[in-house]
């Protein structure tokens, strides 16, 4: 059966004029219908949020985690559910899509009890007859835009910290895979939240982000996607003095040094790599690794990435790597690897048949180019370059000759050397002997061209709250 994604307007889920198909990129089978919208009802939800913002936010920090705990429930009973869909319109394997509901879960569960923690201040007195604090407030209306490669997770980690802090939410997502995060979205109205606090209207993503952008009572808007689109709304943010929360593109070096245990650093970088067959902001995109132990590793990877078993994420049993987004992302991905060996690079894995439908070959390349594209863009999919060093400060030197500066990962049993590149490498995510290092309870997000603030933790709440100094005569 077809699912359906229509857009929630002040509790209501509203038929749109228009429909966009939602594909299964395994086969091309139409999944469901999204029903599309435009800038009236971006409108229509920005102002349900402002009419609800008032009450929401003087509801009290302990219901409003009640209301949150129950929707993380709630989701978490239908991860299976909703995961099948998300594995379906996405292309994900099914563990994978599974997990990531039951990930979005915690978002709601962890933010729930942070909702009672707002930090406050009292400070000292210099005059008897006055006393000097500060609390803390929601922002406002907060505008959350989520792509389609962690629809559900990148989504629950703008609404449990937003909602939290007492702020409406207008939201928009993927049409690429809207089917299973709206699911996740109808799970949060069942738990209680109240008609107008939470809003999603499906749309042409210029067309919907313009609409919020210019609505007067929107004060946030949060941003997940490429680094040229979050200047772009970064620019139009600016018009309106509405504080940017940005997480953008990503080009993760992964550093493998002497020291390293190396079965280790392969399995992290099957991890790093592979996750969500490469889409991923915080994916590995290039390899460093020591002369000591650069064919010991490269031999290592290239034999398990032989061994992956490539097909429909849905499959009994699971394959290793499922299929992208669409074939618009093979071509790219592939037109990298064509462009990398053209100018001189060795492909080291197996060439392979693929099943029909938007599937790539994983792929490790050496001897790549310093100015391809494998060496210098985000990838965003299952191929990547191993390059050599000898030297740690030729690795950090590589490493940070990026524009971007999300993530990055590095394997050393040196526990000196831990520290040392860990302050040094120049991202706001760092997995030392960890591929993955995503958790709902740590801040997440970049430095450089890679984004401004931070999600989860205690400062993902506190990105949607104002701090109020209130000076007091007795």
């Not at 996405?90 to 990930?103: I, L, N």
């Not at 629809?151 to 895979?177: D, F, H, M, N, Y």
């Not at 991923?280 to 290592?300: K, P």
């Amino acid at each position: 059966m077809k699912r359906q994604a229509n857009s929630l307007i002040a509790g209501e889920w509203t038929e749109s004029a228009g429909h966009v198909d939602v594909l299964n990129p395994v086969d091309g089978s139409v999944v469901g219908v999204v029903g599309y919208g435009g800038a009236a009802e971006a409108r229509a939800a920005a102002d349900a949020a402002a009419a609800a913002a008032d009450q929401w936010a003087s509801t009290p920090a302990r219901l409003r985690g009640d209301i949150l705990r129950r929707g993380a429930d709630l989701i978490a009973e239908r991860a299976e559910e909703i995961g099948v869909l998300l594995a379906t319109e996405a292309g994900k394997r099914r563990p994978e899509a599974v997990g990531e509901v039951r990930f979005s879960a915690e978002y709601f569960r962890w933010f729930a009890e942070e909702a009672r923690r707002p930090d406050g201040s009292v400070h000292p007195p210099e005059d008897p007859a006055r006393r000097h604090m500060t609390i803390r407030r929601p922002a406002g209306v907060v505008a959350s835009l989520t792509p389609w490669n962690f629809p559900c997770s990148i989504q629950a980690r703008k609404l449990a910290p937003a909602l939290a802090a007492g702020c409406t939410v207008v939201a928009r997502v993927s049409e690429k895979a809207p089917l299973a995060v709206t699911e996740m979205i109808r799970c949060l109205a069942e738990a209680g939240v109240p008609d107008g606090v939470l809003n999603v209207v499906h749309g042409l993503a210029a067309e919907v982000t313009g609409a919020y952008l210019d609505h007067p009572a929107v004060r946030v808007v949060s941003f997940t996607g490429s680094t040229a689109v979050g200047r772009q709304i970064m620019a139009k943010a600016s018009e309106r003095v509405v504080r940017p929360l940005l997480e953008l593109g990503g080009d993760a070096p992964f550093v493998v040094f002497e020291d390293a245990d190396v079965d280790a650093a392969v399995e992290g970088a099957m991890l790093a790599k592979f996750r969500n067959t490469g889409q991923s902001c915080i994916a590995a995109n290039r390899f460093l690794v020591h002369d000591a132990v650069y064919d010991e590793f490269v031999t290592g990877l290239a034999a398990r990435i032989d061994a992956m078993v490539v097909g429909d994420g849905l499959a009994d049993p699971v394959p290793d790597l499922a299929a992208c987004i669409d074939d618009e992302r093979v071509r790219a991905v592939e037109a990298m690897v064509t462009e990398a060996v053209d100018g001189g690079a060795k492909k080291v894995t197996a060439e392979r048949e693929l099943p029909s439908g938007a599937f790539c070959a994983p792929s490790l390349l050496v001897d790549v180019p310093d100015d391809a594209a494998l060496a210098t863009e985000e990838i965003f999919g299952p191929a990547a370059g191993v390059f050599r060093f000898s030297s740690e400060e030729e690795a950090l030197s590589r490493a940070n000759n990026t524009e971007m500066g999300l993530a990055g990962y590095f394997y050393s049993r040196d526990v000196a050397r831990m520290w040392r590149i860990g302050e040094r490498l120049d991202v706001g995510i760092v997995g030392v002997n960890n591929p993955l290092p995503t958790v709902c309870f740590a801040p997440m997000g970049g430095t450089k061209q890679s984004g401004l603030g931070r999600e989860g933790g205690s400062p993902g709440l506190e990105e949607f709250q104002e701090v109020r100094y209130l000076a007091v005569g007795l």
